[in-house]
């Protein structure tokens, strides 16, 4: 199975500033259609995830483009720019090229 | 627009089975695959299974095999897992979601307790 791994495990933001969540897969998520297969999850407290970026640079419909999303093979990064109140929550990276999908462990974002 | 609503909380006795449903209604049931995600406080997200509405062909996750069996009902948009030989470990929020994972259920709770 490809195990996702990010970090850090927590980050607290002030409000307006920028934060940074990296992932890393222990194989490449590169097909060969040239199609990185790294998505990008927020979970609010209480609420199902949510997808947030498809296809590692991809914003998903109505979601803000506070947020965007980078990498090359094996590395990614999801940033958000000027942190809002309403973006806390946990924040996962995910693996969608092969069965079974994996997910990383999660970073729980948090305001100051 | 698309919604996934999934059924109520389950409470459950150990050695029973259960089986969890999810409506699909605001896109056509058989053009998108269906997966099934447990979640839990220890484990995080973790992969049921998949299945294609269309054909109901499936595929598994290793880990699940035997737990989880996944089926649809085209006549109502509506897809099914059901969970056999119960135990405390399986308790856990289930959650139905798209092939892409674009769009969720609401999450239904399963307790697993004598």
């Known amino acids: 199975d490809i195990v996702m791994t990010q970090a850090p495990l927590s980050v607290s933001v002030t409000p307006g500033e920028s934060a940074s969540i990296s992932c890393r897969s222990s194989k490449s998520l590169l097909h060969s259609n040239g199609i990185t297969y790294v998505y990008w999850y927020l979970q609010k407290p209480g609420k199902s995830p949510q997808l947030l970026i498809y296809?590692?640079?991809n914003l998903a419909s109505g979601v803000p483009d506070r947020f965007s999303g980078s990498g090359s093979e094996t590395d990614f990064t999801l940033k958000i720019s000027r942190v809002e109140a309403e973006d806390v929550g946990i924040y996962y990276c995910?693996?969608?090229?092969?069965?079974?999908?994996?997910f990383g462990s999660g970073t729980k974002l948090e305001i100051k | 627009q698309v919604q996934l609503q999934q059924s109520g909380a389950e409470l459950v006795k150990p050695g029973t089975s259960v089986k969890l449903s999810c409506k699909a209604s605001?896109?056509?049931?058989?053009?998108?695959?269906m997966n099934w995600i447990k979640q839990t406080t220890g484990q995080g997200l973790e992969w049921i299974g998949i299945i294609n509405p269309g054909s109901g062909g499936t595929s598994y996750n290793v880990k699940f095999k035997g737990k989880a069996t996944l089926t649809v009902d085209k006549s109502s948009s509506t897809a099914f897992m059901q969970l056999s030989s119960l135990t405390p470990e399986d308790s856990a929020v289930y959650y139905c979601?798209?092939?892409?994972?674009?769009?969720w259920g609401q999450g239904v709770m399963v307790t697993v307790s004598s």
């Open positions: 995910g693996q969608l090229l092969e069965n079974p999908l994996t």
């Open positions: 296809r590692m640079s």
């Open positions: 979601a798209r092939r892409y994972l674009d769009y």
């Open positions: 605001g896109y056509t049931f058989t053009s998108n695959h």
